[in-house]
């Protein structure tokens, strides 16, 4: 049974990593009067890790006994392979994915806090959710081209499960979020010469990460 799981999530991971890389090369293509072709190895490196990551999610899913921690990493985890792949080689992301995403956390979240009557959790986690948003607007008015829009509506959902499943990890995630960002652009600069580089993988990974480790 656990095999079974984790080849789906397995499958399921690499299926959503296809379609980000096809969305890319759509957005890339769109953007461009010349065709846009991904390199073999980028796309069967990519894909792999696609499948790892839902791999692994599906055999979380099997250990985990709390049902809202396995709906809320499921939530996090098809963002990251949606998102993840898009936004590094576009550098924009997908509103309806993130909004979808959104909704799902606000329904897991409120269905727990309902049938749980863990309603003073519910409102911590909105509370730390408002506060993340919050400081990402701000540093988005002041600096837009470091810090698209897109960022600010995609750590809405990724706040939200991250807070509700360990609160006290909320700032661990935007600590490995910032520093992971923060290589990426330093390599960036060193090999391309460029310091701009795309900070929603970073938040999606870290959010992934810290996920797995709580639930």
Known sequence: ?????????????AAAVQWSLHTATVVRESSSSEPFRQASFVRVATLVVGAIVGGITGWLLHQSNSVVDRSLLVVVSLLLLAQGPLDLQTRRLSRPVTVGGFIAAVGIVAVDAFSSAALSSALLTVLMCLAVVAGFGVLHR????????????????????VSHVS?????????????????????????????????GPHLLGAAWLVLVLSV
Do not use: C, E, K, Y
Request: glycine letters at 12%.
């Open 142 to 161: 002041l600096s837009a081209t470091s810090l698209g829009f897109g960022d600010v509506l995609l750590v809405a959902p990724l706040s939200l499960a």
């Open 1 to 13: 049974m656990v095999g079974v799981v984790i080849v789906l999530g397995g499958v399921i991971g």
């Open 167 to 199: 609160p006290q990890n909320t700032l661990l995630w935007l600590l490995v979020a910032s520093v992971s960002g923060a290589i990426h652009g330093a390599l960036s600069l060193v090999t391309r010469r460029s310091h701009m580089v795309p900070f």
